[in-house]
């Protein structure tokens, strides 16, 4: 039994850990309740801890500290999703414990886990038990346990694994949502894939990918930022990365995309399908992807616009950082040329590209932060699940970075609505923030998976509607929930009602929806924009 590690073990601990994410990250992503598309907890965790397991592989020879500060720097960076992010600060509280140290027994690695919860927890406003922090916190407890009868290093990981399947177990039965659903906390079951994939490297026993994974022919390793500028026919350079779960023939998804626009590259093993295609309708290629798995990776660029960054590799991850020239500026994270638009002509000096099933980095939204040339950058991330990677930016650039906790773009364009360049920071913090509850958001989507929520059974390929956080309705006809929307609303006295029409969606098709909510609140005043954003048919404001 091992009694100690070094440097070189906890480089093969993390990059199996890493594996083990990737290949279980949709067994992860099926156990999210919530039927809506989403940048899942397993893709989300699988991203985050694949970014340590590149660095670590590029160190050579390095001690346990620098080893342990390689992977929470690159994860603090590559952070993606709640569930990244959490992640990433087991593993920074793990960093901060093992500086400065060459070997680390039984009783230090306790430590070290212990060092990590508290570091996540101190990052939660409000923790919840049956999750990943449950599991995580219950787990470094009982380390800390084993540690005083046994110091041994092996022994006391072996006794928190144990103790992270018992915690793991108990999360259907603490939180209300999951047992109906009959299913664990996903994070949670991510944080016990990693304790045990560490587990078995420390016996020789590394969790590896398939070699297609590592080892991708020549033919898959073109890079998309290396095509030509040729004449721009199709708006949206669309990019993504599917994870293949089924037998389905990727040539049917060729002939479909080539229809749809054109610059058409698409490779593929056993493994995942990545393509490039330039199109119009990036929401339609999106779609048609889902039928052959879930994302890994999605991007979409607008190239007709002047500020749309060129796709950047890890090498290109240093950008310059702009000089202040004011006081304060504002960063915004939203999908769609449209909304781009909308919040670059409110004042916005960077958009963040991204939001539901593309989840921006921390580092994606630290080069945006740092191109905004002011002294202190607002930044509006407009997703719940994007709050917590935006407040990990602070202490990685020189500027000053204040978030306010927008979860829908409806919020975001409120806040900044509320924006004065002029006041301080606090009288802005505290303007924004409050505008926040001024506007009521609806959207409406698909159903990603089959589902039993909240009342409603839930087919894939339904119609959902959501009226803040909550579930408000699903239905085969689109028309039955704007109606149910707008009804909801009218009973609410709202006057003023916006309406960003996605990408899927045509003018005529939005002018319909919009027909609808002026006649059913015929005092409100409604407007309609392109917003262009995948994924979601409407967001609608309402305040």
Known sequence: MRQTIN?????????????????HKQPINELNVFPVPDGDTGTNMSMTINAAATDLRKAEDPDLGK???????????GARGNSGVILSLLFRGISKRLKGVSECNGVLWAAALQEGVDAAYKAVMKPAEGTILTVARLSAAKAAAAARE?????????????????????????NPVL???????????????VLEAMLCALRGEDIAVPETDEATPVKDQASFSDFANEDITFTYCTEFIISRENDKDPEQLRCFLSQLGDSLVLVDDEEIIKVHVHTNNP?????????????????????????????????????????????FGVAAVCAGAGLADVFQNLGVDGVVSGGQTMNPSTQDILTVVNQVPAETVFVLPNNKNIIMAAQQVDPLTPKHVVVVPSKTVPQGVTAMLSFNPDGSEEENLQAMTE????????????????????????????????FGSALFGTSRDIKVLLKGLAEKIKNDNREYVTIYYGADISEKQAKKAADIFAQICPDADVNLLSGGQPVYYYLISAE
Do not use: C
């Not at 992807?289 to 749309?308: D, P």
């Not at 509850?437 to 390929?461: L, N, P, W």
């Open 7 to 23: 440097g070189a073990d906890f480089r093969r601990l993390v990059i199996s850990a890493a594996a083990s994410i990737e290949l």
């Open 67 to 77: 080893a342990a500060g390689i992977a929470a720097s690159a994860m603090l960076r």
């Open 150 to 174: 046994n110091n041994f290093f092996e022994s006391v990981h072996e006794a928190a694994l144990a103790e992270a399947k018992t915690a793991l177990a108990n999360t259907v039965n603490q």
């Open 179 to 193: 047992q109906k659903a009959g299913v664990v906390d996903a994070g949670g079951k991510g944080w016990v894939y």
């Open 283 to 327: 929401g339609a290629a999106l779609q048609e992807a889902l039928h052959y798995g879930s994302f890994v990776t999605v991007k979409i660029e607008n190239m007709r616009l002047q500020h749309t960054e060129k796709v950047m590799t890890e090498q290109e991850l240093a950008p310059k950082i702009a000089a202040p020239t004011k006081p």
């Open 435 to 466: 505008a926040l509850d001024m506007v009521d958001t609806m959207q409406i989507t698909y159903a990603a998976r089959d589902s039993d929520f909240d009342g409603y059974t839930i087919h894939e390929g339904d119609y959902l509607a959501m």
